[in-house]
């Protein structure tokens, strides 16, 4: 038998060890002080899972991310760092934490929990009262002749092919950037379910996460901000991943070009971006040269009664920035 029961600041010890089960290589103190404790959003609320002879068999978290749904501000969560030690798995520990947190909700004034789960932790979520919302779709595009293995003769015809003409350009994001302000200001009114990626946002997500592998950037047109994105280098620098992009009603592909300019200036020879299927049909993906390479499913989860907005597979606008990871290498 075990016992779910919310972690006190008694707990620390046992999150955690779980934590560095979990990642092995992480800085858990540098985690902890970043995801469970600075989040903007607020504080991480953590379930474990308790044997009878009071060994500790996992853990699951939520970590409250401020969602912006038609038009208003809304508590939610991403869920994250679910963990179940090896010797306690395939006993439904995993679907226990997730509906232990499932009735926890109402309590925390939590109106969802979302995620796009690694493939262990799929069935547990939907036992535990998930249900699925959608597919993330992974797009792609080369940056050069090299990744397509064109031969050499046609190689500079490729590269001419390939490269963008944007009237952007990416320049370094700061602080706290009133620029970001601005673009999430603007780029909500076309966002109907999104994590808030404000300034602040930004801030905590990106520059203060403990990896340091996701820079900002404002996307500037002359003078004027119409977007702001996170990259990051992956796979030995091979692929720029293209964490997260907001940009202003009808900049979508005017920043997403500005992107690849920016990354064909660098070795990387291809760029990547996940978005989820419905909301990538209307962003005209292949007419930017991105072709769809996998999908995972995504997974909402609301309390009994709650709102069903939120499981609209309709309206979510989700990127690599909904996630729990500050490093995808
Ligand atoms: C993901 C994870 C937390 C799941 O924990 P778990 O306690 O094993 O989860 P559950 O037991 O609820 O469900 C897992 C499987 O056991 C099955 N199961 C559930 N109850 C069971 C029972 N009483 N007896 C046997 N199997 C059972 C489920 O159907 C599921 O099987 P399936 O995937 O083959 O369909 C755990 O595998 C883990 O820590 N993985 C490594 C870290 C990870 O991937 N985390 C998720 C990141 S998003």
Not at 87 to 113: N, V, Y
């Amino acid at each position: 038998m075990f016992d779910v029961r919310e972690a006190t600041a008694a707990d620390r010890p046992h999150v955690e060890a779980l934590i560095a089960e979990m990642i092995p290589g992480c800085d858990v103190a540098a985690r902890m002080r970043w995801l469970y404790e600075s989040n903007p959003g607020g504080p991480a609320i953590t379930w474990l899972a308790v044997a009878a002879t009071g060994e500790v068999a996992g853990c699951t978290s939520f970590f409250p991310f401020r969602l912006w749904l038609d038009g208003e501000e809304k508590l939610g969560a991403l869920g994250g760092d679910g963990y179940v030690r090896p010797a306690f798995r395939r006993r439904g520990i995993g679907a226990l934490l997730h509906k232990a947190s499932r009735d926890a909700m109402p309590r925390h004034d939590i109106s969802c929990m979302y995620g796009a789960p690694g493939a262990m932790n799929v069935t547990p979520l939907k036992h535990g009262g998930s249900r699925e919302s959608g597919q993330v779709v992974r797009w792609v595009r080369p940056l050069r002749g090299e990744a397509l293995h064109v031969p050499a003769p046609l190689a500079s015809a490729v590269a001419w092919a390939l490269k963008p003409r944007p009237r952007a350009r990416l320049v370094p994001a700061v602080a706290n950037d009133p620029r970001i302000d601005g673009v999430w200001e603007a780029a909500r009114g076309g966002l109907r379910l999104a994590a808030i990626r404000d300034g602040a946002f930004y801030t905590w997500r990106f520059q203060n996460a403990p990896a340091g592998r996701q820079p900002t950037f404002v996307i500037i047109d002359h003078d004027r901000p119409i977007g702001a994105c996170a990259l990051e280098p992956i796979d030995g620098g091979r692929i720029l991943r293209i964490v997260d992009l907001l940009a202003v009603p009808g900049e979508w592909r005017t920043c997403l070009l500005s992107i690849v300019d920016y990354c064909t200036a660098t070795s990387a020879e291809l760029v990547d971006i996940k978005l989820l299927e419905r909301d990538s049909q209307r962003r005209s993906m292949y007419r930017s040269l991105f072709v769809d390479r996998g999908k995972k499913p995504f997974l909402c989860m609301i309390p009994p009664g709650g709102d069903r907005r939120f499981v609209d597979p309709k309206r979510w606008f989700y990127t690599n920035a909904d996630s729990d990871l500050d490093d995808h290498t």
